[in-house]
């Protein structure tokens, strides 16, 4: 899944999008709230980290302007203003969930999940679907209540990010998106064709149908 990560400090962003990437996720970093309303307009991000404080201007003000757009993507906030009054501010103006600096980088990664289960109706930290269970902690895979077998980080990415949107056509340019960052080079044209042959040998090919001239289904049932 592709998280949008709004943070004027580079240390922080750095450490930070290194950890998100451990834990199976791409980032793109938005160092002002300029070009993080660009990135939102072209890009499909599963979830927001907003800091309140950028450069030009406050980032609860582009809260705003999503919200009043009919924006729903969570967003979670992260900052270093820690009174209650900010927190309730944050909550009310729109945000999922609200973060103060500095943090333990275990709890934001265990608040992401949290926001992104219930997104997506999955309530479990193991997603499982038609016989397929995937576990996002230790990032293996089960077929048929079978043992646990491990993936790479690219077909976890793309698996999860199919299951958990089953039943619905994901073109190639959609799943590419999902895979890699913006800072990252391009990546190969034929690099969705290859991760899902690869997948089809774990799960079985019935499991990821191709429309053709469209994309993948992921068949939930």
């Keep these: 899944m592709k998280l949008l990560f709004l943070e004027d400090d580079d240390l922080l962003a750095e450490s930070l999008i290194e950890s998100l990437k451990d834990h199976g996720y791409r980032v793109d970093l938005a160092p002002s709230l300029a070009v993080a309303g660009s990135l939102m307009k072209t890009e499909d991000y599963a979830l927001v980290i907003l800091d309140l404080g950028l450069p030009d201007g406050s980032g609860l003000r582009l809260l705003s302007q999503w919200r009043q757009a009919g924006c729903l993507t969570p967003v979670l906030i992260l900052t270093a203003r820690d009174t209650w009054e900010d927190k309730v501010n944050g909550l009310e103006t729109g945000a999922d969930d609200y973060l103060t600096k500095p943090f333990h980088e275990a709890e934001l990664i265990a608040r992401i999940k949290a926001l992104l289960r219930r997104r997506t109706g999955h309530v479990a930290a193991r997603l499982t679907l038609n016989g397929i269970s995937l576990d996002e902690a230790s990032q293996c895979l089960s077929v048929a209540g079978g043992d646990w077998r491990s993936l790479t980080g690219t077909e976890f990415r793309l698996l999860r990010y199919m299951m958990h949107h089953a039943d619905r056509v994901l073109s190639k340019e959609r799943l590419l998106n999902q895979l890699y960052a913006l800072d990252q ?25 191709t429309r053709r001239g469209q994309g993948y289904v992921f068949v939930s049932r």
């Design 185 to 209: 080079d391009a990546a190969a044209p034929n690099l969705v064709e290859v991760y899902i042959a690869r997948l089809r040998r774990h799960i079985g090919k019935h499991m990821i149908q």
